[in-house]
C-alpha cells in the first residue's frame, strides 16, 4: 500500500508541474502581446527582463519533478529532502518571475 500510495503522489507531483509549465507558458503568450502593444520602450524592456527566466525555471522544474519521481525510494532520505528543497526553492523561483511579469504586464497595458 505505501508503494502505490508514493507512486500516486508522484505521479500527482509530476501532473501538477506539467500544469504549472502550460500555465507559465500561457502568461508568457499574454505578456508577449501585451508588450508588442505596449508604446512605452522601458516598459517593454522590463517586462521582457521579468518574462526571461520564466521559461528556463520552467524546463528546472519539469527535470527536477521528473528526477525525483524517477529516483523515489532508491536513496536515502537525506537525499530525497534536498529534491524536496530543491523542487520547493525552484517553484518558489518561478512564481516571483510569474508574479514580476504580471506587475510588469500591467504596467504596460
Given at each position: 500500500?505505501?508503494?502505490?500510495t508514493q507512486s500516486t503522489?508522484?505521479?500527482?507531483m509530476?501532473?501538477?508541474c506539467k500544469?504549472i509549465?502550460a500555465?507559465?507558458?500561457q502568461?508568457?503568450k499574454?505578456?508577449?502581446?501585451i508588450?508588442?502593444?505596449?508604446p512605452?520602450?522601458r516598459?517593454?524592456?522590463s517586462l521582457?527582463?521579468?518574462?526571461e527566466p520564466?521559461?528556463?525555471?520552467?524546463?528546472q522544474?519539469?527535470?527536477?519533478?521528473?528526477?525525483?519521481?524517477?529516483?523515489?525510494g532508491?536513496y536515502?532520505?537525506?537525499?530525497e529532502v534536498?529534491?524536496?528543497?530543491m523542487?520547493?526553492?525552484?517553484?518558489?523561483?518561478?512564481?516571483?518571475?510569474?508574479?514580476?511579469?504580471?506587475?510588469?504586464?500591467?504596467s504596460?497595458?
Open positions: 500500500a505505501v508503494v502505490s503522489g508522484m505521479t500527482d509530476i501532473t501538477t500544469e509549465i500555465l507559465t507558458k502568461i508568457q499574454h505578456a508577449d502581446l508588450s508588442k502593444n505596449c512605452d520602450k516598459l517593454v524592456m521582457s527582463n521579468s518574462m520564466m521559461g528556463m525555471l520552467s524546463q522544474l519539469n527535470i527536477i519533478a521528473s528526477v525525483k519521481a524517477a529516483a523515489c532508491k536515502d532520505e537525506s537525499a534536498e529534491a524536496d528543497e523542487l520547493t526553492i525552484n517553484a518558489q523561483n518561478l512564481m516571483k518571475s510569474v508574479r514580476d511579469t504580471v506587475r510588469a504586464s500591467e504596460c497595458s
